[in-house]
T-cell receptor, first 117, second 112 residues
């Protein structure tokens, strides 16, 4: 079955270190998204991609970067981790088929819990 | 600006009681609307979605939601909750540009 996976599931790092969170989907979806989930804020969009070589900033992109070299993967990099980036991170994907009745439906990975000390 | 609001941070209901979770949206035109559920330590699972047509939408696990344009609402309902329904529920909206805007979530607690 097609799925979306994230690794690692848990990560503890120190302030100032570079961290990369992996996201891999086998749906063959063109669209991929990264969110962070924090109490009282719900899910906030960090970065997203509509296809290979395409990346876009979301509402909370400062301190994060992504690259899209193939359809399956969208790694999220924290250039210099800060305590404010302690959060749960979710990756999602969707299919932009123009003929589907409802676009925008996203499929989520299990999440990565990141702690920055 | 587009927004989705979930006014209730936390709701507690008794097992077997009915449930209604509120969601209000603010968009220039009718958005696509979704309800997702998140069990502890898990990702988000789609419960149901609305695009157009019939304003009462049926979803998985016995949930339904009603779209009310006059009230800009898309409330989630279930006639009789089970202990396994305890989770966080998120309402989300989209405008066909592939991005979603999420509400802040409602945590549902079920008491025996």
């Amino acid at each position: 079955d097609a799925e979306i996976t994230q690794s690692p599931r848990h990560k503890i790092t120190e302030t100032g270190r570079q961290v990369t969170l992996a996201c891999h989907q086998t749906w063959n979806h063109n669209n991929m998204f990264w969110y962070r989930q924090d109490l009282g804020h719900g899910l906030r969009l960090i970065h997203y991609s509509y296809g290979v070589q395409d990346t876009n900033k979301g509402e909370v992109s400062d301190g994060y970067s992504v690259s899209r070299s193939n359809t399956e993967d969208l790694p999220l990099t924290l250039e210099s981790a800060a305590s404010s980036q302690t959060s749960v991170y979710f990756c999602a994907s969707s299919e932009p088929d123009q003929e589907r009745e409802v676009r925008d439906e996203q499929f989520f990975g299990p999440g990565t819990r990141l702690t920055v000390l | 600006a587009q927004s989705v609001t979930q006014p209730d941070i936390h709701i507690t209901v008794s097992e077997g009681a009915s449930l209604e979770l509120r969601c209000n949206y603010s968009y220039g035109a009718t958005p696509y609307l979704f309800w997702y559920v998140q069990s502890p330590g898990q990702g988000l699972q789609l419960l149901l979605k609305y695009f157009s047509g019939d304003t009462l939408v049926q979803g998985i696990k016995g949930f339904e939601a009603e779209f009310k344009r006059s009230q800009s609402s898309f409330n989630l309902r279930k006639p009789s909750v089970h202990w396994s329904d305890a989770a966080e529920y998120f309402c989300a909206g989209g405008r066909g540009n592939e991005k979603l805007t999420f509400g802040t979530g409602t945590r549902l607690t079920i008491i025996p």
